[in-house]
């Protein structure tokens, strides 16, 4: 009979040590994972027009947007200022002080009360139009330029902040209403008619609501669904005949 073969040595410490430096070698080799690319819902949860983009951007391009929204340095007629409990908003224009027909003068002025040339939408806030654009999936992104971009964020403390069902104004504002997620997670509630839908909106998640979506469904936010803070980016752009040129604002949020 043949003699049994001896049983390897298990590998020494010293030898699983080199093993594992050397698996972390290939690893840095290879560089960070690729960041996930951006999904496209639409119609998403049954309503018509609304259009959600998960990892629409990565927490990188997150962060920058948001710490370029508080340095304070693009606000349009002062910084941060409190709505309501629990929520707060900084404009970077065009400002857009009346939303009532029959009270007063109406438009999205460029021009603040007193008298400064706003420049031009932020950079994070032009980004947040061409990538919409690059898409390629939402048809109304085709009249959305960075003149016409109302835009400002909205920031929802855990628990409070939040807002109830409504229509962004029809009237005076184009198809496409953007909100993009920088921070937090949020709830998005849909309703019509007795019907409610929720979408879910991690950090990095856009919607943007179009068609019936923009026209027949409410949307809400209630507070339950922030539970650390939650910061977004809005645009909201203005139709041209009602983008003010010409004249200061009428008041300032200063």
Same mark, same amino acid.
């Given at each position: ?113 007193? /008298?400064?040339?706003?420049? /031009? ?72 008619? /007795? ?5 879910? $909106? ?18 809400? $936010? ?33």
């Amino acid at each position: 009979r043949p003699a049994k073969r001896p049983k390897p040595a298990p590998p020494s410490p010293s030898c699983n040590a080199q093993l594992a430096q050397l698996r972390r070698e290939r690893e840095t080799r290879r560089g960070p994972p690729p960041p996930p690319q951006p999904e496209v819902i639409q119609d998403a949860e049954g309503v018509r027009g609304l259009v959600v983009v998960k990892n629409f951007w990565g927490r990188a391009q997150c962060v920058t947007a948001l710490a370029a929204i508080d340095s304070g340095a693009h606000a349009f007629e002062g910084g941060w200022r409190g709505r309501d409990r629990g929520r707060s908003s900084m404009h970077f224009g065009p400002l857009v002080p009346n939303f009532q027909r029959k009270n007063g003068d109406i438009g999205a002025w460029t021009t603040d009360s007193r /008298g400064r040339q706003k420049p /031009g939408p932020p950079p994070f806030v032009r980004d947040l139009i061409r990538d919409a654009k690059a898409l390629r999936a939402i048809p109304a992104m085709a009249s959305v330029t960075d003149d016409t971009a109302c835009s400002f964020v909205q920031r929802y403390e855990p628990g409070q902040g939040g807002l109830k069902p409504h229509f962004d104004h029809r009237w005076m504002f184009q198809e496409a209403i953007l909100s993009l997620s920088l921070e937090g997670e949020g709830l998005l509630r849909m309703h019509l008619d /007795g019907r409610v839908r929720e979408i879910t $909106l991690a950090r990095g998640t856009l919607f943007v609501m179009t068609g019936d979506a923009r026209h027949e469904w409410m949307h809400e $936010l209630p507070p339950s669904g922030v539970a650390a803070r939650r910061t977004a980016l809005i645009v909201r752009p203005v139709k041209r005949g009602y983008l003010k040129k010409k004249g200061r604002a009428p008041f300032s949020y200063e």
